[in-house]
């Protein structure tokens, strides 16, 4: 009888093709040969959070509206795009394509812990609550990581999507339309941002869904100019001003580099703060000889390292700060989704229905005028 063992991934999740079938080498053999005969038919878009072995496949690498972009873009050659993220990047590769290409994300169980944390039951009960204690008009913003039915609420309430690069714009944008924003669902990247554009800490509250109301009172929602989602990235999380303060007493030359869904604490003591392109072309642009340590995703700082090796790149955390749904998607889980294309029978499809889909392209759209 086969071991279950044999079947598991480091990630604990039992693979499709198992180890006895295949070894490591053979997997990375067959996907390199599958992906040739398949040619032009399929792009792999990977992520930046990938590992390696992953990103070896990906035919364009980039952060989330990146890949998406890319994706509207391909040539009509292209059938299939194996999207290696997470669920809500590939929900909006598949609205961007336009229902013209099927995006496969190679394994369903890929989400993304703060995109979990906003569901639409529970942002409909947020803002029938919130715009009840409201006189003026409240602007939706949700961060560009959360599900399709989220920013399909965002583009019905007039509001915009976006991302960690254009997150001031957005805001900008978002509080001369009205009275206050909702932003969701990644408090720290409202509130850091908020706070940069000049709204006191005062002035912003969390809406806490565990909460009856949120946690929140009439009073409380009356004199708020931002509503943060209490959401937050689990990755980014894994650093706190202690790391800094043991850095700078150690290196004080090092500079600290963080991605802005680390907590307020850590955006304000470190150097810079920035999204995953930010930091890129930071360290990229950086003289040789420079030193960062970095606050994001453990194999984002690790592939820097190797490509910039004249500067000396490290972690901001002494601990692997790794993407646990990202790892998900593995070199196994690709040769199966190939695989599948090659039988002309495509699994784990990113469809988004018409009336989502709708709505969000109208946030999408919004946002891109912005910006
Ligand atoms: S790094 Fe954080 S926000 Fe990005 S996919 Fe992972 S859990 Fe989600």
């Known amino acids: 009888m086969e071991n279950i063992f044999d079947t598991l991934t480091p990630s604990g999740h039992t693979a499709p093709i198992s180890e006895g079938e295949l070894s490591d080498e053979q997997v990375l053999e067959e996907l390199f040969s599958i992906k040739k005969r398949l040619g032009n038919r399929v792009t792999v ?3 930046h959070y990938q590992q390696d072995d992953v990103i070896s496949f990906a035919d364009i690498t980039g952060d989330s509206l990146e890949l ?3 994706a509207a873009k391909l040539s009509e050659e292209t059938e299939f795009v194996i999207f290696c993220g997470v669920h809500f990047m590939a929900e909006t590769a598949d609205m961007l394509t336009l229902g013209t290409k099927k995006v496969i994300l190679p394994d369903l169980r890929a989400g993304c812990s703060m995109a979990d944390m906003a569901n639409r039951i529970d942002i409909d009960r947020a803002w029938n609550f919130l715009t009840a204690h409201s006189q003026g008009k409240i602007t939706p913003i949700t961060y560009i990581n959360c599900a399709a039915s989220l920013k399909s609420f965002v583009g019905e309430n007039g509001g915009a999507i976006c991302t960690s690069s254009n997150a001031e714009k957005v805001i900008t944008w978002g509080l001369n339309q009205g009275e206050k924003l909702l932003f969701f669902p990644d408090q720290h990247l409202g509130r850091n941002t908020c706070f940069k554009l000049g709204i006191p800490l005062s002035e912003m509250v969390v809406y806490d869904p ?44 090092r500079t600290i580099i963080v991605h802005p869904e680390c907590s307020f604490e850590v955006v304000q003591n470190s150097d810079l703060a920035g999204s995953t392109s930010f930091i890129i072309n930071h360290i990229q642009q950086a003289p040789a000889g420079s030193k960062f340590a970095v606050g994001t995703e453990i194999n984002l700082v690790n592939r820097l390292a190797q490509k910039f090796k004249d500067k000396d ?9 790794l993407c646990t749904t990202m790892y998900r ?21 990113i469809r988004v229905d018409a009336e989502t889909r709708k709505w969000s392209l109208k946030a999408l759209e919004r946002m891109l005028e912005i910006v």
């Not at 009856?212 to 894994?238: D, R």
């Not at 972690?315 to 700060?321: A, N």
């Open 210 to 253: 565990r909460k009856q109301n949120g946690g929140l009172t009439p009073e409380q929602v009356k004199s708020a100019k931002v509503i943060l989602w209490y959401g937050y990235c689990s990755v980014h999380q894994g650093f706190n001003v202690d790391q800094i303060k043991a850095l700078r007493k150690k290196e004080a030359d």
């Open 45 to 47: 878009l990977g992520h």
């Open 313 to 321: 790149i490290q972690s901001l955390s002494p601990y692997q700060c």
């Open 329 to 349: 998607i593995r070199p196994r889980w690709m040769l199966e989704s190939f695989r599948a294309i090659e039988n002309n029978q495509a699994i784990n499809i």
């Open 68 to 70: 998406a972009r890319h």
